[in-house]
């Protein structure tokens, strides 16, 4: 147990000063000025804002991660919250979102079968596919006039129905 402490404190040591490292590079590289003045020009409400549609984001990928398991195994909120951050916090830094892909590893030590997470994974992405549309197709409509919108609309719902239509498909042919 001692030793186990004793690596964990090594750890967080180490991300710490590199962490430290690199902020005292990137501020003798650009210098602490233009950060604090650009700092001070954004709006503190559109701070705000990101921050607390960011924690919604976060709060409905843990949600969606524990209803997604619930038929495998029961995983508490604040344990899938805590993998679905990690997941998403991962995919800021790593190119592609390949970071996301880390929640597969992650409930591996849930004894929770690969195949069964990247299941739950693309899953998961297709729903958040079909959201992202129906957001796109609202903020066209705000956006453009009417019938550009309405175009639009038309071949995202097509493009939709086409990707429904092949993944029922290959599960009904078993393919």
Same mark, same amino acid.
């Not at 929770?112 to 409509?141: H, N």
């Given at each position: 147990?001692?030793?186990?402490?004793?690596?964990?404190?090594?750890?967080?040591?180490?991300?710490?000063?590199?962490?430290?490292?690199?902020?005292?590079?990137?501020?003798?590289?650009?210098?602490?000025?233009?950060?604090?003045? @650009?700092?001070?020009? &954004?709006?503190? !409400?559109?701070? %705000?804002?990101?921050?607390? =549609?960011? $924690?919604?984001?976060? +709060?409905?990928?843990?949600?969606?991660?524990?209803?997604?398991?619930?038929?495998?195994?029961?995983?508490?909120?604040?344990?899938?919250?805590?993998?679905?951050?990690?997941?998403?916090?991962?995919?800021?830094?790593?190119?592609?979102?390949?970071?996301?892909?880390?929640?597969?590893?992650?409930?591996?030590?849930?004894?929770?079968?690969?195949?069964?997470?990247?299941?739950?994974?693309? @899953?998961?992405?297709? &729903?958040?596919? !079909?959201?992202? %549309?129906?957001?796109?197709? =609202?903020? $066209?409509?705000?956006? +453009?006039?009417?019938?550009?919108?309405?175009?639009?609309?038309?071949?995202?719902?097509?493009?939709?129905?086409?990707?429904?239509?092949?993944?029922?498909?290959?599960?009904?042919?078993?393919?």
């Amino acid at each position: 147990m001692l030793i186990n402490k004793y690596h964990r404190f090594v750890l967080y040591a180490g991300k710490f000063v590199l962490s430290l490292a690199i902020l005292i590079f990137l501020l003798s590289t650009i210098g602490i000025k233009e950060p604090v003045i @650009l700092l001070f020009r &954004i709006d503190p !409400i559109f701070i %705000l804002t990101v921050f607390l =549609i960011t $924690l919604f984001v976060y +709060l409905v990928s843990g949600i969606n991660l524990q209803i997604f398991l619930t038929p495998l195994k029961y995983l508490k909120l604040k344990k899938a919250l805590y993998y679905s951050t990690l997941s998403l916090s991962s995919s800021t830094f790593l190119p592609g979102k390949f970071g996301e892909g880390i929640i597969i590893f992650l409930l591996k030590k849930e004894n929770i079968p690969i195949s069964k997470t990247i299941a739950i994974f693309f @899953l998961d992405k297709i &729903i958040s596919l !079909i959201v992202y %549309l129906i957001l796109a197709s =609202i903020g $066209l409509v705000l956006i +453009l006039n009417t019938k550009k919108a309405s175009f639009l609309i038309i071949v995202i719902v097509t493009t939709l129905f086409i990707l429904l239509y092949l993944l029922f498909l290959q599960k009904k042919f078993g393919a």
